[in-house]
């Protein structure tokens, strides 16, 4: 049995979350979900990440003590575990006792290879990002770009980390796929930024006067860990890194990480500085990081001022779990940036949920039920059906292996007309008046068919995937990949009608 270990990243706790971290749950979930269905050993982390300046300014605006304000939004995404139907084995808190104790156990290490070093750190500091900023990346008036703002000159006492030793190890492991990046745009994006100059030491604490929230540096109390040890080390302390006996089971399992799954701006620190950490601590890398784009609202970036920020729960309150799946998965390229739209949302529901799937799955059912007494007939080979359809299997497979979502759902939606063409072609209705012992034969290539359909929907909509194999009366249970061979569907099943999968929105 191989294990799949796949993470998303952590979301910062100072805002709701929005539709770009529903887009980050649903591929992490589908691509769980398809690992499960091959029968791998699965585990799917994801979490939240608490600490920073601005979250510990966002407390203070609203007069919480912090760790309750942190414990209120953590549970917002927490929360969408049900809201997106997400099938997570671990949520891990950066602001948890668990979490803590391994990031203190790997800055250890780095510590005690050498790695870590005392210096001074003067630059532009800009809160809203965090972050110094160099002074090359200011805009013309010497402002920050993104807030518009003059960065503050701070001087301080640093730990830095030596990610220069590094670098050309990092830039081997990413030239020679042994860390695979996707898409591979993003692969030659990070290689350009390392380039000849390679990757430069990084700042690594701050002074505990200007970071009071966050994890402290061991053996120096008045140093606080920057964001990056205290952050990506949830990778490792999510599993287990700093446990011990049994609790440490899944980091022995599940280390190293088969695929972090991340946002394009944040591609350079899980590329470089968690590769390298991980190297100086001694830790294999993780074999891959899929990287994908920003979703965009109404043609517009999302932003709070020009009020297009769109809210995954109000979509799903009002046309369920599923349709917010599907768009994002179909509509949305999977590893680039795509749009959300209200318009488009209801016409991907009508036209590919609705009209095509829906009246699929209606059609042969009735049909059944007219023509066969409600039962599967009696098997056939699948002729005129069944090769297409292995093809569009294999099709299937190889975009999910290759992190193209997207493409695996226009397979399926392939599988699906091809069923509607395929009553369009043979007419039951039309038979049954003159040929009816053609009918059989027909109905159970389309019964098999949608059984196909049920089987690759599991990743993608697990619910709609469930009611559609309950209908044709095949096994809804334990749904694996394979068994997409052809005729597992008994003769004599019974089948039958339920509620309309996706009525239509009408607006
Ligand atoms: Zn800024």
New binding site residues.
């Given amino acids: 049995m191989n294990k799949f270990y796949l993470s998303t990243a952590i979301a910062y706790v100072n805002a709701a979350p929005h539709i770009g971290h529903a887009l980050e749950f649903v591929q992490a979930d589908a691509l769980t979900r398809y690992h499960r269905a091959k029968g791998d050993d699965v585990f799917f982390l994801t979490g939240t990440d608490e600490h920073g300046v601005k979250i510990f300014e966002a407390a203070q605006e609203k007069v919480m003590e912090i760790q309750a304000f942190v414990d209120m939004n953590a549970k917002q995404f927490e929360d969408l575990k049900g809201i997106l139907n997400l099938a997570y084995d671990g949520f891990v808190r950066t602001s948890s006792e668990h979490h803590k104790k391994g990031a203190k156990k790997i800055w250890t290490k780095m510590f005690e290879a050498g790695d870590i070093y005392k210096g001074t750190y003067k630059g532009n500091y ?4 965090e ?1 110094f ?1 160099p002074e090359k990346d200011l805009d013309g008036e010497g402002n ?4 518009k ?1 003059k ?1 503050k000159t701070l001087e301080e006492e640093n730990y830095f980390f030596k990610l220069s030793k590094y670098s050309d190890a990092i830039k081997k492991a990413i030239e020679s796929d042994k860390l695979l990046i996707l898409p591979e745009a993003r692969k030659n994006e990070m290689l350009n930024l390392i380039g000849d100059e390679g990757l430069k030491d990084v700042s690594f604490s701050r002074p505990k006067d200007v970071l009071p929230w966050g994890v402290s540096v061991p053996n120096d109390d008045s140093q606080v860990m920057y964001v990056w040890c205290d952050a990506l080390s949830n990778y490792i302390t999510g599993i287990g890194y700093a446990e011990e006996g049994e609790e440490a089971e899944t980091f022995k399992k599940f280390w190293p990480c088969d695929v972090h799954l991340i946002g394009k701006d944040i591609l350079r620190f899980h590329a470089g500085i968690w590769i390298g950490m991980l190297l100086s601590a001694g830790l294999e890398l993780p074999k891959a990081i899929y990287v994908h784009g920003f979703v965009t609202s109404e043609g517009q970036k999302m932003s709070k001022s020009l009020g297009n920020v769109v809210n995954p729960l109000e979509y799903v309150e009002k046309y369920g779990t599923e349709a917010m799946r599907y768009f994002l998965l179909k509509e949305i390229p999977t590893a680039d940036d795509g749009d959300f739209s209200h318009k488009r949302f209801l016409e991907i529901f009508n036209s590919e949920l609705a009209n095509s799937m829906g009246n699929l799955v209606n059609r042969v059912v009735m049909m059944t039920e007219r023509y066969c007494e409600g039962k599967v007939p009696a098997k056939t080979d699948g002729a005129g059906v069944y090769e297409q359809l292995m093809l569009s299997v294999e099709a299937y497979k190889a975009a999910f292996e290759r992190f193209d979502l997207k493409g695996a759902c226009e397979v399926l939606i392939g599988v699906v007309n091809l069923g509607n063409k395929y009553i369009d072609d043979k007419k039951p209705w039309a038979l049954a008046k003159e040929t009816p012992e053609l009918v059989p034969e027909i109905l159970y290539n389309l019964l098999e068919l949608l059984r196909f359909v049920g089987i690759l929907f599991s990743p993608i909509l697990p619910e709609c995937s469930v009611k559609i194999l309950k209908q044709i009366g095949a096994d809804s249970s334990d749904i694996k990949l394979d068994s997409l061979k052809w005729g597992a569907l008994e003769e004599g099943e019974n089948v039958q009608k339920a509620e309309v999968l996706f009525p239509r929105i009408e607006e």
């Fill in positions: 800009c809160v809203g990002c972050s900023i920050c770009p993104m807030h703002k960065p």
